[in-house]
C-alpha cells in the first residue's frame, strides 16, 4: 500500500511541476529578469497581467504603437525592426533612431535635416531617453517580467480610488537611465489590470514621488492598453499591423 501512496505522491508532483513549467512557457520572462529573487506569487500575478493584457502572443505580434505622451511629444515605435520616431512640436523637433543599431538616425529642426555627426549623438541619445520613459508609461504591464527585474510581493491595498489590489515590487539592476528607481504596481484583484502605480526615485525611499491611477484602457489592435494617469494622460494612442501611407515613408520606417 504504501507504494501506492508513493505513486499517487509523484505523479501529483509530477502534474503540478508540470503546471508550473506551462505557465512559464506561456510567458517565459526576459533574459536577464531575476527569477532567482523575485516571489512566485509576484510572477504568478505579473503572468495574470499579461493575460489579462491581451496575451504574451498577441504582445509579441504587436508591431507597431502610436501615442502622445502628456500632449508634449509624439511616438512611434516600430517593436519588431526597433525603430523609434519622436516628434517634439515645441522644438521643431524630429527624431528617428533604432534601438538596436546606433548608426541608424536621422534628425530634423524646422523641417531642415541635421546631419551634424555630433547633433545626431546629442539627439540620437535624448531620443532613447525619451522612449525609455514615455514607453513605460505606456506599456509597462507587459514588461513584468523585463531584463533587470526584480518583483516581489507585498501585500494586499485599496488604491488611492478604493479598488482591492495585489501590490507588487519592482526593483531594477543596470537597466534603463534611472536603475535606482522603484515602483510598486497595484492590480485589481478582479480583472487583473494595473490600476495604480507608485514612483520612488530610489528604492530606499518610503515616500513615492507621485501616485498615479492606471484608467480607461481600451483595445488597440489585439492588446489592451490604458491612456488615462489622473490629471494627465496618453493620446492619440494606435496600434498597426502595417503603417498608414501618412507614416509608411518615414525616415527609417520607410526603408
Known amino acids: ?24 512557457l506561456s510567458n517565459p520572462p526576459a533574459e536577464g ?41 509624439n511616438l512611434l515605435w516600430d517593436k519588431k525592426e526597433g525603430n523609434v520616431m519622436v516628434d517634439i512640436p515645441s522644438d521643431s523637433l524630429v527624431i528617428y533612431i533604432n534601438l538596436f543599431d546606433e548608426n541608424k538616425i536621422a534628425l530634423s529642426k524646422a523641417n531642415e535635416a541635421i546631419t ?13 531617453s525619451i522612449w525609455i520613459n514615455d514607453a513605460y508609461w505606456l506599456v509597462m ?17 485599496k488604491t488611492d480610488d478604493g479598488i482591492d489590489a495585489d501590490v507588487l515590487q519592482l526593483t531594477f539592476e543596470q537597466v534603463g537611465d534611472t536603475p535606482n528607481n522603484k515602483y510598486l504596481v497595484y492590480v485589481d484583484q478582479k480583472d487583473k489590470l494595473v490600476k495604480q ?22 483595445t488597440y489592435g489585439n492588446i489592451l492598453l490604458s491612456s488615462g494617469r ?10 498597426f499591423d502595417a ?4 507614416l509608411a515613408t518615414l525616415p527609417l520606417f520607410g526603408q
Open 1 to 24: 500500500m504504501k507504494y501506492f501512496f508513493l505513486v499517487v505522491i509523484i505523479l501529483l508532483n509530477a502534474c503540478q511541476a508540470a503546471n508550473v513549467q506551462k505557465v512559464n
Open 33 to 73: 529578469f531575476n527569477t532567482a529573487n523575485s516571489d512566485e506569487k509576484a510572477i504568478e500575478i505579473a503572468d495574470q497581467v499579461m493575460e489579462a493584457m491581451g496575451g504574451r502572443t498577441n504582445w509579441d505580434a504587436t508591431r507597431y504603437i502610436k501615442w502622445t505622451f502628456f500632449g508634449r511629444r
Open 116 to 128: 551634424q555627426q555630433d547633433s545626431l549623438v546629442k539627439y540620437a541619445a535624448k531620443a532613447k
Open 141 to 157: 504591464p507587459f514588461k513584468l517580467k523585463d531584463s533587470g527585474v526584480t518583483l516581489k510581493y507585498l501585500s494586499q491595498e
Open 197 to 218: 502605480w507608485d514612483f520612488y526615485r530610489n528604492a530606499t525611499d518610503s515616500i513615492p514621488a507621485f501616485s498615479t491611477p492606471w484608467t480607461d484602457y481600451q
Open 230 to 239: 489622473g490629471q494627465r494622460g496618453l493620446s492619440n494612442i494606435a496600434v
Open 243 to 246: 503603417l498608414p501611407d501618412s
